[in-house]
């Protein structure tokens, strides 16, 4: 799985997608086309982004352990902080990549629902539907 070449390709379909007049019907629909892509892109990379923070937090986690187990009497706590600092730094920069992607998917998803949304209303008007 090659997330760089996933988001690449969200680019490039997030590009075609921009390319048509959102107030032409038949144009919406390809739009809709091309974000259902990139949208189902983005799902795999958010999935992806999640699974690297899970793994750094339990990598942190078993570090502190580690820490707490083979630190002195006394000096247990302020070795197992010691342990995870650079941890915590990496963690905190995998959780903003996870919700980054997770913000990104969650708001495509929507922008696509007033898309068809839009094409509904616009068949029902000027196609004379109830």
């Known amino acids: 799985m090659d997330i760089d070449q996933y988001i690449k390709d969200?680019?490039?379909l997030r590009a075609q997608a921009d390319?048509?007049?959102?107030d032409a019907p038949g144009a919406i629909l390809e739009k809709i086309k091309l974000l259902t892509a990139a949208h189902m892109l983005m799902g795999r990379v958010s999935a992806v982004r999640d699974g690297e923070y899970l793994r750094i937090y339990a990598?942190?986690?078993?570090a502190y352990a580690k820490a707490?187990?083979?630190a002195g009497r006394g000096d247990k706590e302020s070795a197992g902080e010691l342990?995870?600092?650079?941890?915590?730094?990496?963690?905190?920069d995998a959780m903003q990549e996870k919700m980054l992607w997770k913000n990104e998917f969650t708001s495509l998803r929507e922008y696509i629902y007033e898309l068809?949304?839009?094409?509904?209303?616009?068949m029902n008007t000027l196609g004379g539907g109830d």
């Not at 342990?83 to 905190?92: G, H």
């Not at 068809?116 to 616009?122: G, I």
């Open 83 to 92: 342990a995870i600092e650079e941890s915590r730094m990496l963690e905190a």
């Open 68 to 70: 707490r187990k083979s």
């Open 19 to 22: 390319e048509y007049d959102a």
């Open 116 to 122: 068809r949304l839009r094409v509904r209303h616009d």
């Open 59 to 62: 990598s942190r986690k078993a």
């Open 10 to 12: 969200i680019k490039k």
